[in-house]
């Protein structure tokens, strides 16, 4: 992976920083990173394109697997957009009690589905990995403040195993249960 992008600094097992004038990906690259996602404790990692968490815009090339929780979270004042490269993952919205209000399938360009998802609401949001594998470009608006980001009470803590387990479960179980009341059957 270094060759293709130069330097790269490790943050974390989780956040790497491409580092370097012009920054280039290539296919060996992602699999580089799905790779490292599916070591990672969490099953995740992100490619920073930024330099650093003050930058105004920051992009990045995430790597979920299907086992991935993204807890479900709000940002007060971030915009956000997805642009899904591989897999498939359902982008799951709620209102401030946890209730589903809004549920879109995004997926690559040749799956058919959205491949393209941009939100400026601040409502608490979640990815259900659909794929064995979930690969996006992710935009969004600096600075990075951690105090930005809210989490409901409604949600599992990451490190809470079992509550993570519960909970994605019955939420697979809603979000069909959703998309019968609204007739959207999406393969």
């Given at each position: 992976?270094?060759?293709?992008?130069?330097?790269?600094?490790?943050?974390?097992?989780?956040?790497?920083?491409?580092?370097?004038?012009?920054?280039?990906?290539?296919?060996?690259?992602?699999?580089?990173?799905?790779?490292?996602?599916?070591?990672?404790?969490?099953?995740?990692?992100?490619?920073?394109?930024?330099?650093?968490?003050?930058?105004?815009?920051?992009?990045?090339?995430?790597?979920?697997?299907?086992?991935?929780?993204?807890?479900?979270?709000?940002?007060?004042?971030?915009?956000?957009?997805?642009?899904?490269?591989?897999?498939m993952a359902d982008?799951v919205v709620f209102?401030?009690?946890?209730?589903?209000?809004?549920?879109?399938?995004?997926?690559?360009?040749?799956?058919?589905?959205?491949?393209?998802?941009?939100?400026?609401?601040?409502?608490?949001?979640?990815?259900?990995?659909?794929?064995?594998?979930?690969?996006?470009?992710?935009?969004?608006?600096?600075?990075?403040?951690?105090?930005?980001?809210?989490?409901?009470?409604?949600?599992?803590?990451?490190?809470?195993?079992?509550?993570?387990?519960?909970?994605?479960?019955?939420?697979?179980?809603?979000?069909?249960?959703?998309?019968?009341?609204?007739?959207?059957?999406?393969?």
């Open positions: 992976m270094a060759e293709a992008l130069g330097r790269v600094r490790a943050e974390s097992d989780e956040v790497l920083y491409a580092e370097g004038p012009i920054i280039k990906v290539t296919a060996r690259d992602l699999c580089i990173l799905k790779e490292r996602a599916m070591r990672n404790p969490r099953q995740r990692i992100r490619l920073c394109a930024h330099r650093t968490i003050e930058d105004s815009i920051h992009e990045m090339l995430i790597v979920h697997t299907r086992q991935t929780y993204v807890r479900p979270h709000k940002h007060v004042t971030k915009w956000e957009s997805f642009h899904v490269i591989e897999g982008v209102d401030e009690e946890g209730a589903i209000v809004e549920v879109s399938r995004i997926g690559d360009y040749q799956s058919g589905q959205q491949f393209y998802y941009r939100t400026q609401v601040s409502a608490f949001h979640t990815l259900l990995i659909q794929s064995d594998c979930l690969i996006f470009h992710e935009t969004t608006n600096g600075p990075f403040r951690k105090a930005g980001t809210m989490f409901p009470a409604w949600a599992p803590e990451d490190h809470d195993t079992r509550a993570v387990e519960r909970f994605l479960s019955l939420l697979g179980q809603r979000v069909e249960s959703f998309r019968s009341r609204q007739g959207k059957v999406e393969p």
